[in-house]
């Protein structure tokens, strides 16, 4: 096989499938999506890969035999060694392995990785943590996922754990979490987490909110992040509060890692930030400033995400081009 310099990354979300392929430079060339099959089992969801995978090959006249670096993102902690992945909430899979399917239907090993773990790497080779060294990301959506870069370098932990940043307790006894512990920073900044606080504060409390009762009632788990920016916009109180507690108590969170990994820069994402990034800023920065630990916030470069929805399959592209070795 010729090397074109053509890689494909895959982006394995709870709702859609999204597919990349980059050239040498990073530039994507093709992208398709699809929607995620839900209920469908990890051997369904991988063939529907490789579907969307020759769809966006096609796109651009080769062959997907033609791009040998395939690096998909999951959206659960994947053993790097082995491929073994502990629990997908939003796919509802728990202890599966996609290694031997994928290489079974792709020919070839195809590298896989979580995806807070990717999107943090896609930020820093091409966004807004490029020219920084020891990087943290945040990803506020449904969930709160996170990723860490150490001097350049992908940082995966013991069973590809690191960087789970949604679960580092940051409450004692606090809010009950999606886990099963209590007080994880995804049971306070994530849209899981303010659906939760939302349906308190109106249906126990009696608040008024401005979010349409077709999309926000009792039996809501999750909102789409743009009815929640509509509403914030709008002046609705309790959603400014539930938002702006949550950027606090992220804030909180960041300051704790930060005495772990010390990092130079901090990138925030995910739908939530991308639609209120600007208004929750002021709380996070407040809380960041006020909790950190010996470094001078002056010298942590705190950065909005700057590949939006690409930046996971794209950081699945460069996870692939290292063959897993970054
Ligand atoms: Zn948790």
């Avoid at 409450?171 to 308190?200: D, M, N, Q, T």
């Avoid at 349409?212 to 309790?238: E, V």
């Avoid at 992220?250 to 990092?263: D, F, M, Q």
Wanted: hydrophobic share 40%; aromatic share 8%; glycine share 14%.
């Amino acid at each position: 096989m010729a090397d074109n310099g053509l890689a494909l990354g895959i982006d394995l979300g709870g709702t859609k499938i999204y597919a990349v392929i980059t050239d040498a430079s990073g530039k994507i060339l093709s992208e398709a999506k699809n929607a995620t099959d839900n209920g469908a089992g990890p051997e369904k969801i991988a063939s529907d890969i490789l579907e969307l995978g020759k769809t966006a090959a096609s796109q651009i006249g080769v062959s997907l035999d033609d791009i040998q670096p395939v690096g998909v993102a999951i959206p659960a902690p994947v053993d790097p060694e082995t491929g073994d992945c502990l629990h997908a909430t939003n796919l509802g899979w728990k202890n599966f392995s996609l290694k031997n399917t994928f290489h079974k239907l792709f020919g070839r090993e195809v590298y896989m990785n979580n995806d807070g773990n990717l999107g943090t790497l896609g930020e820093y080779v091409y966004g807004a943590a490029q020219g920084f060294k020891t990087v943290i990301g945040y990803y506020v959506g449904t969930g709160l996922g996170g990723g860490i870069i150490i001097n350049g370098h992908l940082h995966c932990g013991n069973s590809g754990l690191a960087g789970e940043f949604g679960h580092a307790i940051i409450r004692k006894g606090g809010r009950r979490c999606g886990c099963g512990h209590r007080g994880c920073a995804e049971a306070y900044c994530s849209k899981i987490a303010f659906v939760k606080a939302l349906k308190k504060e109106i249906f126990k409390k009696g608040q008024h909110t401005l979010l349409p009762p077709d999309k926000f009632n009792i039996c809501s788990k999750n909102i789409k992040s743009k009815q929640l920016a509509k509403a914030y916009f709008a002046g609705d109180a309790s959603v400014r509060r539930v938002v702006n507690d949550g950027a606090y108590m992220l804030g909180v969170a960041a300051a704790s890692a930060s005495a772990i990994v010390a990092p130079d820069c901090i990138i925030l994402g995910g739908g939530v930030i991308e639609e209120l990034g600007t208004e929750m800023y002021p709380a996070f920065k407040r809380s960041f400033d006020a909790h950190l630990f010996g470094l001078d916030p002056a010298k942590v470069g705190i950065r909005f995400a700057k590949l939006g929805d690409n930046a996971v399959a794209v950081g699945a592209t460069v996870y692939a081009r290292n063959k897993g070795k970054i």
